[in-house]
């Protein structure tokens, strides 16, 4: 099945760790998205790539790093210097920039 | 950015088709109304997008105004499983594309 996979569902973390989300599409996608989605809330951008090894910073990019050395993965880590970690991370790819958006499911941080 | 404005909530009875309204008046001329929805602590589903014309797909169909200042997605035939958070957002130009979900609007489909 062609799709966007996160991994794991859900993941708890002490205060003053690094942690790395993964995302992976099969879809053969260029394009890919990190957001960040807190209660009640709308997505936020953090980071997106378009090619290999080239990504930029979203909305709110402070306290998080990315890496794009493969087609198909944009893991995301949350530094300890992210002040509210504690949310739900969405990854998404698209053919390009001018195409629609798919969602993987998500991987829900629990900071402490 | 293009805002958009939905109401917060809506009921929709199982079976009927369900009519869910977004305002945008601010959106400019070469920019995209697009739709997600999403399940309770799941990723958004894309659902359908446009930009002058009427869409249709397997999913839904969008209505868009001809000053393109508001729109409607419509579900022919709402069941259960419709019950979610629907989000109208128009996609900007910059930031790769990026996506601005706001408070959407929260369709309860009722037996």
């Known amino acids: 099945d062609g799709g966007i996979t996160q991994s794991p569902k859900y993941l708890f973390r002490k205060e003053g760790q690094n942690v790395t989300l993964s995302c992976e599409q099969n879809?053969?996608?260029?394009?890919m998205y990190w957001y960040r989605q807190d209660p009640g809330q709308g997505l936020r951008l953090i980071y997106y790539?378009?090619?290999?090894?080239?990504?930029q910073k979203g909305d709110i990019a402070e306290g998080y790093s990315v890496s794009r050395e493969k087609k198909e993965s944009f893991p995301l880590t949350v530094t300890s210097a992210q002040k509210n970690p504690t949310a739900f991370y969405l990854c998404?790819?698209?053919?390009?920039?001018?195409?629609?958006?798919?969602f993987g499911p998500g991987t829900r941080l629990t900071v402490t | 950015d293009a805002k958009t404005t939905q109401p917060p909530s809506m009921d929709c009875a199982e079976g009927r088709a369900a009519n869910l309204p977004c305002n945008h008046s601010?959106?400019?001329?070469?920019?995209?109304v697009y739709w997600y929805r999403q399940i309770h602590s799941q990723g958004p589903q894309y659902i359908i997008h446009?930009?002058?014309n009427n869409e249709t797909n397997e999913m839904a169909s969008l209505i868009i105004t001809e000053d393109r200042k508001s729109s409607t997605l419509i579900l022919p035939h709402a069941t259960l499983r419709d019950t979610a958070v629907y989000y109208c957002?128009?996609?900007?130009?910059?930031?790769?594309?990026?996506?601005?979900f706001g408070q959407g609007t929260e369709l309860s489909v009722k037996p």
């Open positions: 998404a790819s698209s053919r390009g920039y001018s195409y629609e958006q798919y």
């Open positions: 879809l053969n996608h260029d394009a």
């Open positions: 790539s378009q090619i290999v090894n080239d990504f």
């Open positions: 601010t959106i400019s001329g070469n920019e995209y």
């Open positions: 446009g930009l002058k």
């Open positions: 957002i128009v996609r900007v130009d910059n930031q790769g594309g990026k996506l601005i």
